[in-house]
């Protein structure tokens, strides 16, 4: 199974292979995604998107059956414990349980679940949920790019399974706090003890980075996007120095409301927490290649920050264009994972996997 992840910046596909017991990437697609064809995270031009994928698909993947996932936005996660005292179907009683998280009526969407645990009359379940023209809209790009659609995902749950499976996610006092930044949002994640605690999608990201400096240097997009990928660091040694100090001073409200938002997340987390874990953050996705984000971070929100690179150690030796894309490929290596056998990775797999369609 080869993982796609469609963003609104880029699309990336990657296969995976094993080698013993040992994760290696097989090949791995990075395309960038073509201008106004998807947009707060949907597709809207099918065919641009979909030829573009299948003009390229061929020189890296030879198998055409994908693993995918809504765009965090369009995603419901939630665990939730349900009354089956009443006899009625358990899919029946999720559902309208569920109903007061969904943003469209419950017809319009389409659900999935599974269930965790059960005590008496008590059934505890992990759900998750997308609207159905998000998941008709995948199902019908895959089709026109040539592609079988095996699983469509909630992206939290690809994502912890990468982190479940490259990680030492059940150490004792581990907590870790994922964040995964692409162009139009950030996913964060909270992992306690191995156990995925919290979720969130906020819209700050790497857009809200270029349109802050398009705003304070008066560029159009494309001019302060440019800057961006050359001029942009949050380095100590540059952030006052030109050229880089007049991006940083551009950037400057937005990093402040990136870290405020950041902080009311953490602050949210251990309220509700009874253990006081340490905290590592884990940074993911394009928009976090800022040079200097890390350490900026950690200035910011006194925690330990890396940038999350699991997949470094899949590689065996450099393939081209790999290390460039590397941050980029993290959900779409979560995807692919959901093709590889449970004995690879351990029996904590087994326990996420949600697709909403069959
Ligand atoms: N070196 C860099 N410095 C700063 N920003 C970067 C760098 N490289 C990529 N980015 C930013 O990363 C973002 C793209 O990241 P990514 O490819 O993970 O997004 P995406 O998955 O397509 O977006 P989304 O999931 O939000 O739809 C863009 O905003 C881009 O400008
Ligand atoms: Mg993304």
Request: aromatic fraction near 8%; hydrophobic fraction near 45%; charge should be negative.
């Amino acid at each position: 199974m080869i993982g796609l992840d469609i963003g609104s910046y880029s699309i990336k596909a990657i296969s995976l292979a094993v080698s013993g017991s040992r994760l290696i990437l097989d090949n791995f697609l990075y395309l960038p995604t073509p201008s106004e064809s998807y947009v707060d995270g949907t597709i809207v031009l099918t065919d641009i998107i979909a030829d573009n994928i299948r003009s390229n698909w061929r020189k890296s993947f030879k198998s055409n059956k994908v693993v995918l996932s809504v765009a965090p936005q369009h995603a419901t996660l939630k665990q939730l414990w349900v009354d089956v005292s009443s006899g009625a179907p358990l899919e029946e009683t999720v559902k309208w349980d569920l109903e007061k998280f969904l943003p469209l009526p419950v017809e319009e969407m389409v659900i999935n679940f599974q269930p965790l645990s059960q005590e008496e009359n008590q059934v505890e379940v992990l759900a998750g949920a997308s609207p159905r023209h998000q998941i008709e809209s995948l199902i019908r790009t895959c089709k026109q790019a040539k592609l079988v659609p095996l699983a469509i995902e909630v992206p939290y749950l690809s994502l912890f399974r990468l982190f479940l499976a490259t990680e030492k996610p059940l150490e004792k006092h581990s907590a870790f706090f994922i964040i995964d930044m692409g162009a139009s949002q950030t996913m964060l994640l909270f992992v306690a003890e191995g156990v995925l605690t919290f979720l969130r999608t906020i819209p700050i990201a790497g857009n809200s980075f270029t349109q802050a400096i398009a705003r304070g240097l008066n560029l159009k997009f494309e001019e302060a996007e440019s800057l961006k990928l050359t001029k942009a660091s949050l380095k100590l040694e540059e952030i006052s120095e030109e050229p880089y100090s007049f991006v940083y001073r551009a950037l400057e409200p937005v990093l402040k409301e990136l870290v405020q938002e950041l902080q009311r997340s953490i602050d949210f987390y251990q309220s509700r927490s009874s253990s006081s874990l340490e905290i590592k953050i884990l940074l993911s996705g394009g928009g976090c290649q800022v040079p200097g984000f890390p350490d900026f971070l950690s200035r910011a929100l006194g925690m330990d920050v890396v940038n999350w690179k699991p997949l470094k150690g899949f590689i065996e030796e450099e393939i081209s264009g790999f290390s460039e894309a590397i941050s980029s490929l993290n959900l779409a290596a979560g995807l692919a994972l959901k093709g590889v056998e449970r004995n690879v990775i351990g029996d904590l797999f087994s326990k996420v996997g949600i697709s909403l369609i069959s």
